[in-house]
């Protein structure tokens, strides 16, 4: 079952519904008024918020009154092309020339770092490359346990030190040990932290150092971990961290809920910062590339 | 963003002057930034749909009150709303009068749940009461070890069996230890799931239902935005919910959530969590939140605060100094020291209006160790006449505070400006100060 079936199939009656008010919204009508405001009400029920949401409903008008676009159809075109160009495809699987590929996850509390590690990881070692975890996340309660685990499930390795040490050494151990084991991949796991907490945008800064420090160029990917549930305020997290240690992509998860994360549409628009990943369940193959067409179409179909 | 809600109305109903009514296009124009801030603060759609058009009703025809501007009054007609919603007061944990009390907490993963339940439990310890903590998470990787660790910190028992064991049984096992042993708190810990996935959901039902918890509490996140709605809809529905306790508040996060969660299932908000550490759990004020929802800081909290440090006389006092226009370097100390006091000075800031958005606020708070060093090396006669430190003075304060000249300058300059802006304040030509006290 592809990405697109699996989001179907979850779908609640919330969305059936709003998806029923878009496929009637233009059929079979000139675009109106009344008709764009819905289509505005089904954007900001998706999170991508109220300005990002008036904005786009702003430009169809425009491009109605010209003459543009004349009916259901085309609005619908329309606006999915636009999205789906805003968006973009992007891989995360830019291997450096160099190995180790050096990868940071971070992200507020909660939004299923350690997990996204898990699937990823698997993903890299079921495509035959040898995979090493820093378990980096020293602070919350049984959070390398919680590692351990998914990297043995991803036939991965594991580099650990005790709770409480330093995540920056954790992280430098990690890298020196891909060296010389000559690991393909270092996946670097780290401590949930919310993006108004300055001691802990400074600790990530730190890590972000050290990491450059144990191999230049590195880290290659900066993955920002965003929950699809979150409202605006992921548009924060997102400029927050990309200010302190530099985004490379947004890893979007817990998209098999009937959150739809368009805040993400305003994290790209804003910062230019694409989805590279999104997770879909909690199994362990459950993570996907990520394809603006099929997120997009799942933003408003059924 | 909405640096004070009440200025942006005020602008769009400046044609509104002094006594009169409010009408229906001046309120349309209000309603229409209103729903913004709410959108932009994640209240559910639907939610500010209901409650722009009861706004409407509530304010058409209404008498504007003179002390208030007519943004001002909408503000305050859509900020009592909002507090109402929200249960206009406190709500707390009922207690059964059977003990144990049961309270299950339930929520999408990654909410809160675990350091939740390790909160709650440190306050029942603290108020003296045995609580135990129930490891019903079988699920995640780690969950058991997660709640074990925290209940060896907190030094509470933990009831846990093994990984992928039946939920239901791990409750009623604890439920019997609890009896046994004389518990009389139990907080289930239940993995976190989806409010669509049906399996869980039935699990959940059965815990509840060989459990009769007192309380089922739904954990969310302050973050969550429009899909609160079916969240706690869902959870309500399906298991029934007493309250909500709403995470990572500490965080800047509008929290509009809480409004859509209130709406939608009419139950309380009972907690909410500010942070890591195991006592990070207070009260829930529905007018701070409302406040905070609105973009108008946590006032209430800061005022709070600020009473708890600066007594009555003290102000009178450094009002005097203010109309005598002596205030001295000593009298910088005592303020600074007073506001230091309040805590934090990242987290005051968070919470008047307009600071908590301002971009890249970074206050060193050893900063003010420097300043107060410095005007420990002046002299008494240097600290009420500013205007004698002279080049080889200020050489003496640097070396005398361990600073460097710069930073010997950069104060005086500071001070300076300081007391320009007090004889201004004096003689009232309109400062630009943050407006705090929007009702006033």
Same mark, same amino acid.
């Given at each position: ?302 | ?16 002057? &002094? ?9 349309? !124009?209000?309603? +229409?930034?209103? $729903?913004?801030? *709410? %959108?932009? @603060? ?69 909410? &809160? ?9 440190? !306050?029942?310890? +603290?108020?003296? $009461?045995?609580? *135990? %903590?129930? @490891? ?305």
């Amino acid at each position: 079952m592809g990405f697109f079936d699996r989001l179907k199939d979850g779908l609640s009656k919330t969305r059936k519904s709003l998806v029923g008010r878009v496929e009637d919204l233009f059929t079979g009508r000139r675009i109106d008024a009344e008709g764009l405001q819905e289509l505005e009400e089904v954007l900001i029920m998706a999170d991508v918020g109220p300005k990002a949401a008036s904005s786009i409903t702003n430009n169809l008008k425009e491009k109605a009154k010209r003459g543009e676009i004349q009916d259901a159809l085309d609005v619908k075109t329309a606006i999915k092309d636009k999205m789906s160009m805003l968006l973009g495809n992007s891989s995360i699987l830019n291997f450096p020339e160099e190995k180790p590929f050096v990868i940071m996850a971070l992200g507020v509390n909660g939004v299923g770092k350690t997990t996204t590690i898990g699937k990823l990881a698997r993903r890299f070692s079921n495509n035959g490359l040898k995979v090493i975890i820093a378990a980096a996340d020293t602070f919350r309660a049984a959070a390398i346990e919680q590692l351990e685990i998914w990297a043995k499930r991803a036939d991965a390795q594991i580099v650990k030190h005790q709770a409480g040490s330093d995540p920056a050494a954790v992280a430098y151990d990690a890298i020196a040990s891909a060296k010389a084991r000559s690991a393909d991949v270092v996946i670097i796991d780290t401590a949930g932290r919310l993006h108004t907490k300055t001691n802990l945008m400074e600790e990530i800064k730190k890590v972000k150092k050290v990491v450059e420090k144990a191999m230049p160029g590195a880290p290659h990917e900066v993955l920002l971990v965003v929950d699809a549930t979150t409202g605006q305020n992921a548009l924060r997290q997102a400029q927050m961290f990309n200010e302190a240690v530099g985004i490379t992509g947004i890893a979007l998860t817990k998209l098999d809920g009937t959150a739809k994360g368009g805040i993400v549409v305003a994290i790209k628009d804003t910062l230019g910062l694409p989805v590279k990943l999104i997770g879909i369940g909690e199994g362990i193959d459950d993570l996907r590339d990520f394809d603006s067409r099929e997120f997009v179409e799942a933003l408003f179909e059924g | 963003m909405f640096e004070a809600l009440s200025e942006k109305l005020d602008s769009i109903l400046k044609k509104l002057k &002094g006594r009169g009514l409010l009408k229906e296009e001046d309120v349309a !124009g209000a309603l +229409k930034e209103i $729903r913004m801030a *709410l %959108l932009e @603060a994640d209240v559910n759609f639907k939610v500010v749909k209901d409650f722009t058009e009861n706004i409407r009703q509530r304010a058409v025809g209404k008498d504007i009150l003179e002390s208030l501007t007519p943004g001002q009054q909408v503000v305050k007609i859509v900020y009592d709303e909002l507090c109402s919603l929200m249960g206009g007061g406190q709500s707390r944990i009922q207690l059964s009068a059977n003990p144990p009390t049961v309270i299950m907490l339930i929520g999408l993963q990654g909410s &809160g749940k675990t350091t939740t339940a390790a909160k709650l439990a440190k !306050g029942f310890k +603290k108020d003296g $009461r045995r609580p *135990l %903590l129930v @490891a019903a998470d079988t699920q995640r990787p780690a969950a058991i070890e997660q709640l074990k660790t925290l209940g060896n910190q907190l030094d509470i028992p933990v009831y846990a069996t093994q990984e992928k064991d039946d939920p239901v049984k791990v409750c009623e096992g604890a439920l019997q230890k609890a009896r046994l042993e004389g518990r009389d708190i139990v907080i289930l810990d239940t993995a976190g799931r989806l409010h669509i996935d049906d399996a869980l959901m039935a699990e959940l039902e059965r815990v509840k239902e060989k459990t009769s918890p007192k309380e089922v509490l739904l954990v969310a996140d302050a973050m969550t935005g429009q899909d609160a709605v079916n969240i706690s809809q869902s959870f309500n529905q399906r298991i029934g919910i007493d309250g909500v306790i709403l995470t990572k508040m500490d965080g800047d996060a509008r929290g509009g959530a809480a409004l859509s969660m209130a709406a939608v299932t009419g139950k309380p908000i009972k907690f909410i969590g500010v942070g890591e550490k195991l006592d990070l759990l207070e009260p829930f004020y529905p007018d701070r939140m409302a406040s905070r929802i609105l973009g108008m800081g946590d006032i209430l909290s800061l005022v709070e605060k600020a009473q708890e440090n600066i007594n009555a006389e003290q102000a009178m006092t450094l009002q005097k100094k203010i109309n005598e226009e002596s205030f001295g370097f000593d009298d910088l100390k005592e303020q600074i020291k007073h506001l230091r006091k309040m805590g934090p000075l990242e987290g005051i800031l968070s919470m008047i209006p307009g600071m908590n958005r301002l971009k890249g606020l970074d206050i060193d708070e050893r900063e003010f160790v420097k300043v107060e060093a410095i005007i420990d090396s002046m002299t008494r006669h240097e600290r009420k006449n500013y205007a004698i430190i002279n080049g080889s003075r200020r050489r003496r304060i640097a070396q005398g505070s361990g600073t460097t000249v710069t930073d010997v300058n950069r104060l005086i300059k500071q001070y300076v400006g300081m007391k320009k802006m007090l004889k201004q304040f004096k003689q009232g030509k309109g400062l630009k100060l943050p407006k705090l006290f929007p009702f006033r």
